[in-house]
């Protein structure tokens, strides 16, 4: 059981340059969360889709945008990269409709930009 | 807005020493998580609490409630070095749109 997968593990991108951060989760969750960790600021949400087919905007959700593209896999894209989005990005996955569900994470993307 | 305060943002101590790690916040959440990340790793869930003034002992750890369920513990007893790592707080919110929103979490050095 593989669980929230994400690729790729590390990038380095240049300013202006675009890229998708993939994920997909085995455990036939309806929610799926994209954050990302910088030191001392802790995971911050970028966006959710409580189900397949919505999407909405979490608490840093600029120079990004998602795509729910089925139930088990939904992608983050930055359009044009900034350095101010170095950053490990995190897929994560829960059970919508259980109270005080389980957020199951990924291995995270280290992602620079130069 | 971080609507969760983690204290402190960093601890060092020697193995067999006893600790506790605080989440505070003004707001009510529906359940308290607290999750353990290791350097390259996603973070793990290590306890979920729900109910105001609960206490739930996972071995050496001790996770308490606020009655107000505003505010968590988490109490180390005896630490090890395989308690390094960060530990972070989340309070959950919301029905069917159900999110988790994290503090800034308390990195833990424990050497031996």
């Known amino acids: 059981n593989a669980g929230v997968t994400q690729n790729p593990k590390f990038q380095v991108l240049k300013t202006g340059q675009s890229m998708t951060l993939q994920c997909a989760q085995d455990m036939n969750h309806n929610s799926m969360y994209w954050y990302r960790q910088d030191p001392g600021m802790g995971l911050r949400l970028i966006y959710y889709?409580?189900?397949?087919?919505?999407?909405d905007k979490g608490e840093v959700p600029n120079g990004y945008n998602v795509s729910r593209l089925n139930k088990r896999e939904f992608s983050l894209r930055l359009e044009s990269a900034a350095p101010s989005q170095t950053s490990v990005y995190f897929c994560?996955?829960?059970?919508?409709?259980?109270?005080?569900?389980?957020?199951?994470f990924g291995q995270g993307t280290r992602l620079t930009v130069v | 807005t971080q609507l969760l305060e983690q204290s402190p943002q960093f601890l060092s101590i020697q193995e067999g020493e006893n600790l506790t790690v605080y989440c505070n916040s003004s707001s009510v959440f529906s359940s308290l998580q607290w999750y353990r990340q290791e350097p390259g790793e996603g973070p793990v869930l290590l306890v979920t609490v729900v109910t105001g003034g609960e206490v739930k002992k996972l071995k050496r750890l001790t996770f308490q409630f606020g009655d107000a369920r505003k505010d968590s513990s988490l109490h180390i007893t005896a630490a090890q070095p395989g308690d390094t790592g960060l530990y972070l707080c989340?309070?959950?919110?919301?029905?069917?749109?159900?999110?988790?929103?994290f503090g800034k979490g308390t990195l833990l050095t424990v050497n031996p």
């Open positions: 889709s409580a189900s397949e087919g919505t999407t």
């Open positions: 994560a996955s829960s059970q919508t409709g259980v109270r005080h569900t389980e957020a199951f």
């Open positions: 989340a309070g959950g919110r919301g029905g069917s749109n159900y999110k988790l929103t």
